[in-house]
């Protein structure tokens, strides 16, 4: 997982002559602390550390010697494979330092790091943590309806008093409302940003601007409080960590609007297509139209969450890979519970029966809910931080005199795509 962890390890390099005086002193002291016990414990403190074994923490990084070993232990070399990368990864991370690989099974006694887990967890339990989702579509698709049922409760009330609201231009205003969500003791801070007006008018020329200049004067905003001299143990985050976009069920292909917006966001921001309203489609046209969208974003160049260049491993690439198979997710939303077999479920009543929204036989509500909250939260957060933030820092910190200029959200040039398109 990309982001921030807990802090680095800092150890200062033995000499190998320290080394091994250091690795003799271990083991002299089990075998001087052996001698007080029992012949039966001795027995099987022998079987858990065989000599064979001490000699293993002992040695160098050795690829070629560990690999017959692992031989002689039957592994299997998929398993053999994937070890050793681990290996030569966390030696690479220190060059110029030697080091040994030791597995949990291998150390003399339980250490305890694993606790480090648990003081994690504590830590964010404390701090909570934020994330704010952006939903873009026309007027009526059912953003509002999505978001509420996503969250499960009115997280995106029109009464709401908003946290920012400005009439960018005549047509497309940007309306943001904060919510702390608790649940078992985690507090997240969930922004909804509401984008009412984008793709409603007859000529839709540069809608999508006011959502670019929003997207960029958060990263902004954040670069210039993470540069204050006395900055803030913990910035505020408004960065948009996930825009959901909604493409109506039409069953025919992405329109000049949809490209437009999905190839310009998608530099900035990371993307999730869905189709909305997906009871109105049967299965077949569901499929075609999906497989249809699959193509045309292949064709058009652009990148939806989550991209394959930021997969981080073998086992991230194939449950994103899985992912990318299907995209986008139609979905169906709802505020609305119904009685089905004496249980409460979250549902469409219509003449013919009831759409469950959350069972995945009717429709892919849940891959969405379970994407953007339950596996990939955390990897939004991080692919936001550094990747759609870090290029957008980079190239300020390059402009000249970028200290000395109003920014550039300042002086209205912010991020313009030039488009000369009439949608
Ligand atoms: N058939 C169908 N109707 C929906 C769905 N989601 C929302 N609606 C309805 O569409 C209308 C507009 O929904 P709303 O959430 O206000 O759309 P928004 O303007 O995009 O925020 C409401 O009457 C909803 O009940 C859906 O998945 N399927
Ligand atoms: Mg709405």
Redesign the pocket.
């Known amino acids: 997982m990309r982001g921030d962890t807990a802090g680095e390890l800092e150890t200062e390099p033995l000499t190998p002559m320290e080394e091994r005086e250091e690795k003799e002193r271990g083991i002299m002291g089990q075998e001087q602390k052996d001698e007080g016990k029992s012949e039966a414990q001795l027995a099987s403190t022998n079987t858990q550390n065989s000599t064979s074994e001490k000699e293993e923490h002992c040695v160098e990084f050795c690829p070629v010697k560990k690999e017959e070993k692992r031989k002689e232990k039957g592994m299997e070399e998929g398993e053999m494979k994937k070890e050793l990368e681990m290996e030569l990864q966390l030696c690479q991370s220190l060059p110029g330092q030697q080091m040994s690989f030791i597995r949990g099974t291998d150390l003399f006694g339980y250490v305890g790091i694993e606790a480090v887990l648990d003081q994690m967890r504590r830590k964010t339990m404390k701090a909570g943590f934020e994330f704010n989702i952006m939903v873009v579509?026309q007027?009526?698709?059912?953003?509002?309806?999505?978001v509420n049922t996503l969250f499960k409760s009115k997280v995106s009330r029109k009464s709401c008093m908003p946290n920012y609201a400005e009439e960018i231009s005549k047509t497309v205003r940007l309306h943001s409302v904060s919510h702390v969500i608790e649940e078992k003791g985690v507090k997240m801070k969930l922004t909804v940003i509401d984008t009412?007006g984008f793709g409603d008018q007859i000529n839709n020329e540069n809608c999508w601007e006011p959502i670019v200049k929003y997207v960029t004067e958060q990263y902004e905003k954040y670069l210039r409080e993470e540069l204050h001299v006395n900055r803030k143990k913990r910035i505020p985050d408004s960065r948009v960590h996930c825009c959901v976009y909604?493409l109506p069920a039409t069953g025919h292909r992405l329109r000049p609007i949809d490209i437009e917006f999905m190839k310009r966001l998608g530099k900035i921001v990371s993307i999730v297509p869905v189709i909305?309203?997906?009871?109105?489609l049967t299965i077949d046209e569901r499929q075609e139209f999906k497989e249809r969208i699959r193509q045309d974003l292949a064709a058009n160049g652009i990148q939806v969450y989550p991209q394959k260049e930021y997969d981080e491993d073998p086992e991230e690439h194939l449950i994103n890979d899985r992912i990318r198979e299907s995209i986008p997710f139609a979905?169906?939303?709802?505020d609305k519970e119904h009685q089905v077999n004496g249980n409460k479920v979250l549902g469409?009543k219509t003449k013919w029966g009831i759409i469950e929204v959350e069972n995945v036989a009717h429709c892919e509500f849940a891959n969405l809910r379970d994407l953007l909250i339950r596996s990939h939260l955390q990897d939004l957060k991080d692919v936001t931080h550094n990747i759609h933030y870090e290029t957008y820092r980079v190239r300020r910190l390059n402009e000249s005199n970028w200290r000395l200029s109003p920014g550039p959200l300042e002086n209205g040039a912010a991020d313009r795509c030039e488009s000369d398109s009439h949608l």
């Open positions: 579509g007027s009526g698709l059912g953003k509002s309806t999505l009412p909604f909305a309203k997906a009871d109105t979905v169906v939303g709802t469409r």
